[in-house]
């Protein structure tokens, strides 16, 4: 019974670390790695024109919440003149203003967007109760009248009839009373636009024209292309007006919705000339998760380790990989059968290597250690009570250890400074427990767990430094479910360690016999 309760727990415990996972990559788009890359693009709107020492007003539409995109920036550059953002009509308008501005002006907006998964490709929103309907005199009349009813018989519903609507339009042998439809569209993609929007208000659909940017890297002096939106259900969906294809392009950058203009100004002594350039940068998947983690609005982000302050990240950087090196001792004692001092002295052993890296490290503890040890059994001949010897031994190591700094920046040996990176009083511990196994067991039981001791720091040393490792542990903390679940199941392990089966090979080969 209490077997079957481990394998649930375990198993709920790993299924829990891995639905979180892939709710994080899929849906959020976590990178998986730490040189993974992402793109973000600046778009930057250019408005020019001459004014003639009058007050101007100028306003420009800006992207609100673009399906398939985040806005991570913006920037609004204007020199001397007023600026303010109005969204009470349900949109964002950037507002320029200037009491006597004189010449060529020029304003700048730039936005730096990123393309996200998460954001849904449809926008909410209320449509208009009564679509507003034109009214068609004779000869439109009955050809709208005959296009409406043969696009009804082959539709189930407002977005099949809008793609219907759009591919008998786009045919490329359209009959005679569809071309006659056609003309009013003024053979530009505004007017098709336009032409899709009176259509399918005569049948009571609410529908308007939005414009946007189709992104392209080094882009320079490009305008807005028009789009297709249908209100179907609950929500505002787009269509592509050439092919009635439902949804925006991954590249489409959405601006402006609305039938008013995207950007209008009073006082100007010329037009507005508004053109769009965009770039494509790349940045850290890291990076950009530290970035997102500050505007979005999500419980993942908003309780994950990246909305930490920085000093506070990287301590946890090095505490979640600890967990991986004491996995390392439960496989290396409970499996394998290596004898070590202690349970997690190895695994804070592995820790200062970190510092002094492995080759350096091994040696300063095998110095330290035997240096130590030496001095604890000139102790022990001076019959010091438990507590005033551990504190003899401890203030012995600080002594080494300051020794071997002093030795070591002296003969140009640098490591030697990391020395004093070492946990001191597990030093002084591992000390007082040899000499105890040494008068115990015997020398040779003391030296093995001594081996067996840096062997798995070693072990554990080399999988907690992996930049894989601790990336993941960071960014996917779950995977600590994950190792609590085969922590769970390693400890119901009750077999014979590989060692036991070296050890007692001479009596399995004697019961094989009299077998």
């Known amino acids: 019974m209490k077997n079957l309760q481990v394998y649930i727990l375990a198993g709920l415990l790993t299924l829990a670390g891995i639905a979180i996972i892939a709710i994080k990559v899929i849906a959020l788009d976590f990178p998986m ?3 993974e890359e992402r793109n973000l693009w600046t778009v930057e709107t250019r408005i020019g024109f001459q004014s003639a020492g009058i007050p101007i007003k100028i306003s420009l539409d800006i992207p609100r919440h673009p399906p398939n995109y985040v806005i991570f920036d913006e920037d609004f550059i204007a020199p001397g003149y007023g600026f303010s953002i109005d969204e009470s009509r349900g949109y964002r308008e950037a507002q320029w203003a200037k ?10 907006y730039r936005v730096v967007v990123q ?3 998460s954001v849904s490709r449809t926008r909410k929103g209320e449509a208009d109760p009564v679509p507003a309907q034109t009214i068609y005199v004779e000869p439109f009349a009955s050809a709208i009248k005959d296009l409406l009813t043969s696009v009804e018989e082959k539709s189930a519903d407002t977005l099949s009839f ?11 042998s359209p009959e005679p009373h569809i071309s006659l439809i056609l003309s009013k569209a003024d053979n530009n993609p505004v007017g098709m636009v336009h032409l899709l929007v009176e259509l399918l208000a005569g049948e009571g659909i609410s529908a308007q024209m939005v414009q946007g940017l189709i992104l392209k890297d080094g882009m ?8 297709l939106e249908v209100y179907a259900g609950d929500q505002w969906s787009g269509v592509n007006p050439k092919t009635g294809a439902a949804g925006y392009p991954d590249d489409f950058l959405l601006w402006h919705s609305g039938s008013h203009e995207p950007w209008h100004g009073e006082g100007m002594e010329s037009t507005l000339e508004v053109s769009f350039s965009a770039r494509k940068n790349i940045i850290g998947g890291l990076d950009l998760m530290e970035k997102r983690a500050q505007i979005r609005a999500s419980i993942f982000y908003d309780f994950s380790l990246l909305s930490l302050p920085l000093q506070t990240q990287n301590i946890y950087r090095l505490l979640f990989v600890v967990p991986f090196g004491a996995l390392i001792v439960v496989l290396v004692r409970n499996i394998i059968g290596i004898k070590t001092f202690g349970t997690f002295m190895p695994v804070l052993i592995a820790l200062a290597f970190r510092e002094t890296r492995l080759f350096w490290g091994i040696i300063l503890f095998v110095i330290t250690v035997g240096i130590g040890l030496s001095l604890r059994f000139y102790l022990e001949r001076l019959k010091l009570l438990l507590v005033p010897r551990l504190a003899s031994v401890l203030v012995i190591v600080i002594l080494i250890m300051a020794f071997l700094s002093v030795a070591g920046h002296h003969f140009g040996i640098e490591r030697g400074l990391s020395v004093a990176l070492f946990p001191m009083v597990i030093l002084a511990m591992t000390i007082e427990r040899m000499s105890v196994v040494w008068e115990e067991n015997g020398s040779i039981e003391a030296l093995q767990q001594g081996i067996g001791s840096i062997l798995v720091a070693s072990l554990a040393y080399a999988v907690m430094n992996q930049a894989w490792l601790q990336y993941w542990t960071f960014v996917f903390p779950e995977i600590l479910l994950i190792l609590l679940a085969i922590l769970l199941l390693l ?13 007692f090979r001479s009596f399995t080969r004697e019961m094989d016999r009299k077998e």
């Open 99 to 108: 009491r006597t501005p004189f010449g060529e002006q020029i304003l700048y």
């Open 115 to 117: 393309k996200d998964k």
């Open 33 to 35: 790695s730490p040189a």
């Open 491 to 503: 400890g119901r392990y009750t077999g014979y360690r590989l060692s036991e089966y070296y050890r």
């Open 162 to 172: 809008t793609k219907e609507l759009i591919n008998q339009l786009t045919d490329s």
């Open 220 to 227: 320079i002096d490009a305008g807005l292309t028009p789009w």
